[in-house]
């Protein structure tokens, strides 16, 4: 059988809606990141984000689609594309546990790409 003292002292207990500096969503930081790998005349075209939790991590499902143009777009693409899933990336409080190439495809002059991330909040 399970009690609790209801007079016990609580100032330790957490409570829901207080934010944390790790509950902040790390999409900005991770945009930045994806652009600098991407370098000049890549643009992100798309970005969304929304919690996601398991029984045990809770963190930010990401959707994002970036277009490269001018000179040579194909070819930084698929630089850009090669190696991401072993990247490492720098995201105060929370960590990158999967990111993938979704889509890709030629558009009038670009190339478009479309990737999924998953961050995780770092205990």
Do not use: Y
């Amino acid at each position: 059988m399970t009690s609790i003292d209801m007079n016990a002292a609580n100032a330790n207990l957490v409570r829901n809606g207080e934010p944390t500096a790790k509950a902040r969503d790390p999409l900005p930081r991770l945009l930045t990141q994806l652009l600098e790998r991407a370098g000049a005349a890549a643009t992100v075209e798309r970005a969304a984000s929304r919690p996601w939790a398991s029984a045990l991590f809770q963190g930010r499902r990401h959707a994002i689609g970036l277009r490269f143009t001018g000179p040579g777009a194909a070819e930084r693409c698929a630089a850009f594309a090669d190696g991401i899933e072993e990247a490492e990336w720098s995201l105060a409080g929370h960590f990158v546990a999967d990111i993938s190439i979704d889509d890709r495809h030629p558009v009038p002059g670009s190339e478009w790409i479309e990737l999924s991330a998953l961050t995780i909040e770092d205990w």
